[in-house]
């Protein structure tokens, strides 16, 4: 009776255990933040908390969907990105930790240097101002036009002072930029959509950022959360040396740990 008693008591210590895990839900972009994450389910397991990975194509959703509760996290973007987005929808959601870079770049199906670039060539560049201003100021480092200030994040075309090859530049959003590559001379493009499109940035692009870039991508949540117990978990794991090195193997420097 009482080794009955004894393994009842266990089972139901064990169940309770279970049920009383931490979850966290986190939105990612595919490649590589849900995949950095899928790599951490069962590291994060191990210290009560259970993930749950939702993916988005976009960068809007991740940050609406933080921001009014419906998830905890995300992990997809950089801080320029996060200060733009707060100053312009009225949230606070804060950066928790950098995990790492993804060096930006110009990619063309049409050419395979720079210097063949023609006069009046078709440049698409993202929509959203801190990536597209970004694109504008890694096409100023290569000299292919010169902007007002090239310390501005947020340059627009319209903030191009010399354009000797009279580039003619295309707004759009960064998720469609790798589906009209061979519409257009040239396209800069994040490189979670350039790996996703079957693009190895380190061989393809024609030009890209150092590992000296400052876009680093950090996991992202609420003032009311991002000290939770769970949280903070998330990104001791995300900033092991476990995960820099899967970074380093799996994507050859297309992907760079910050850490």
Do not use: C, W
Request: hydrophobic fraction near 45%; charged fraction near 25%; glycine fraction near 6%.
């Amino acid at each position: 009776m009482k080794r009955t008693l004894f393994l009842t008591a266990m089972a139901l210590g064990l169940a309770f255990n279970a049920s009383a895990a931490d979850k966290l839900t986190v939105a990612a972009t595919p490649v590589p933040h849900a995949e950095i994450l899928e790599f951490v389910k069962p590291k994060l397991e191990a210290r009560g908390v259970e993930l749950e990975v939702q993916v988005f194509t976009d960068y809007v959703q991740p940050n609406v969907q933080v921001d009014e509760g419906r998830l905890d996290a995300n992990y997809f973007q950089h801080v320029p990105y996060l200060e733009e987005f707060n100053e312009g929808r009225g949230t606070e959601l804060v950066s928790v930790v950098g995990v790492h870079v993804e060096p930006f770049g110009a990619y063309s199906s049409k050419i395979d240097s720079l210097e063949q670039l023609g006069d009046g060539a078709t440049v698409a560049i993202p929509n959203d101002p801190t990536n597209g201003g970004r694109a504008l100021l890694l096409l100023d480092k290569a000299g292919l036009i010169k902007l007002a200030d090239d310390s501005n994040i947020l340059a627009t075309p319209q903030d191009i002072e010399e354009n000797p090859k009279g580039l003619r530049f295309h707004e759009l959003e960064a998720a469609t930029l790798p589906r009209i590559l061979n519409q257009v001379d040239l396209a800069l493009i994040n490189t979670n959509y350039a790996l996703e499109a079957g693009l190895n940035p380190t061989e393809d692009a024609l030009v890209i950022e150092g590992p000296e870039s400052p876009y680093v991508n950090v996991l992202v949540a609420r003032p009311d959360n991002k000290d939770s117990d769970a949280i903070r978990k998330l990104a001791d794991v995300l900033t092991s040396e476990a995960v820099a090195e899967f970074i380093r193997e799996e994507y050859e420097g297309a992907v760079v740990p910050a850490f």
